[in-house]
């Protein structure tokens, strides 16, 4: 079992559609990333966090420490928030352990 | 203010050569890494430098090496190139390993 795992694999949704996309863990962790990778390969690193929730513009990170999960938000979906979405978790050391991505969809 | 600048895009190499794949940041950034991503698989961490001098081996290291001789640079070599090592490699920085990350536009390496 993978030590963090991301659901779902792949997400198409239309234009204007609440998302979310989830991220459990097994370990102990210090700290939490989401990462968006566009089409183009780029990677954006868009919330840390370690407890509690962030907002930025239409995105919504959340993090539930007892429960070893997180969840990505996109409030009024756009077609150019199609990308790859990924959690990654850091455990003790320097590492990030990485989860293998969501593929998001957002037709108009 | 350039943030994480990775050269080459892209490159063909032959099985056996060498090449040095250059990140560069001028963030003051103290964490570096390097990471791999293929198909279907989520990043996988080569190595990673939490300063100057200071470098250590992440999940799959072997057929790479790395140094960190100043803060802003942080070069990958492939020391015997294999068709194994085709990949898009990521360079990324942090100012810590506990803030956010900025990375690299990223290297498609092709291994014939």
């Known amino acids: 079992k993978n030590e963090v795992e991301q659901s779902p694999q792949n997400l198409t949704a239309q234009e204007g559609e609440f998302i979310t996309i989830n991220c459990s863990y097994s370990v102990g962790i210090s700290a939490l990333h989401w990462l968006q990778q566009h089409p183009g390969g780029g990677i954006v690193s868009l919330f840390m966090l370690s407890s509690g929730k962030k907002k930025h513009g239409r995105l919504i990170a959340t993090i539930n420490i007892q429960e070893k999960h997180s969840s990505l938000h996109i409030t009024a979906s756009h077609p150019r928030d199609s990308a790859v979405y990924i959690c990654?978790?850091?455990?003790?050391?320097?590492?990030?352990?990485w989860g293998a991505g969501t593929k998001l969809i957002i037709k108009p | 203010n350039a943030g994480v600048t990775q050269t080459p895009k892209f490159q063909v190499l032959k099985t056996g050569q060498s090449m040095t794949l250059q990140c560069a940041q001028d963030m003051n950034h103290e964490y570096m890494s390097w990471y791999r991503q293929d198909p279907g698989m989520g990043l996988r961490l080569i190595h990673y430098?939490?300063?100057?001098?200071?470098?250590d081996q992440g999940e799959v290291p072997n057929g790479y090496n790395v140094s960190r001789s100043t803060t802003e640079d942080f070069p990958l070599r492939l020391l015997s190139a294999a068709p194994s090592q085709t990949s898009v490699y990521f360079c990324?920085?942090?100012?810590?390993?506990?803030?956010?990350?900025?990375f690299g536009s990223g290297t498609r390496l092709t291994v014939v």
């Open positions: 430098s939490v300063g100057a001098g200071i470098t």
């Open positions: 990654a978790v850091k455990g003790s050391n320097y590492q990030l352990i």
């Open positions: 990324a920085s942090s100012w810590q390993v506990n803030y956010g990350y900025t």
